[in-house]
């Protein structure tokens, strides 16, 4: 038979290993826990959801609870594991998604890493991961369309980049 662990109440809760993650919901979790007169697999629960569903609201979907500490004394952390970048690194492909001899692609990797938003030390977010996928399909439909139409949809970015004074930069061409 299963009997649910009970701890006292929550009396005070608190995020461990958070870089991102606002003081008003820690009060929240902390307003939902005190909801019960103990702590129990279902307040850590919600607990879980709340700080959780931050991160998913936030597209940083690594954000997740590792463990709980402090349950026996009232005085709840809950450790966090973020999903932070370490390395970030461009791979060329061929029209059968297969990696380029050498990793070189027709695009400069300067350009490619100035256009990503994936910086080492930033936390992985998948709506960013979702405009880069985004992007790169567009791209693939353009060349796809014919050499004619890469042109025109190039000499559209040139008159872009003159009506805005978009210039290109040493550091971005040097490799």
Not at 15 to 40: F, M
Not at 103 to 126: A, C, D, S
Not at 136 to 151: D, I, M
Request: glycine letters at 6%; charged letters at 20%.
């Amino acid at each position: 038979m299963f009997r649910e662990k009970i701890w006292p109440q929550v009396q005070s809760f608190r995020v461990a290993g958070s870089t991102v993650l606002p003081k008003h919901i820690e009060q929240e979790v902390l307003a939902a826990a005190r909801k019960s007169q103990n702590c129990t697999v279902r307040v850590l629960a919600t607990a879980k959801n709340i700080v959780e569903g931050y991160y998913s609201s936030k597209g940083l979907t690594f954000g997740t609870i590792s463990h709980f500490d402090g349950m026996e004394n009232g005085e709840v952390i809950a450790h966090v594991v973020e999903g932070e970048i370490t390395r970030v690194q461009a791979v060329f492909v061929d029209e059968n998604l297969q990696a380029v001899p050498g990793n070189k692609g027709v695009t400069h990797p300067r350009v490619v890493q100035r256009e990503h938003n994936f910086k080492v030390g930033n936390l992985y977010n998948v709506e960013d991961a979702k405009t880069a996928l985004q992007l790169y399909r567009h791209y693939e439909k353009v060349v796809n369309q014919g050499h004619a139409h890469l042109q025109s949809v190039l000499q559209e970015l040139y008159a872009y980049g003159q009506r805005t004074n978009w210039t290109v930069t040493d550091d971005i061409i040097q490799n």
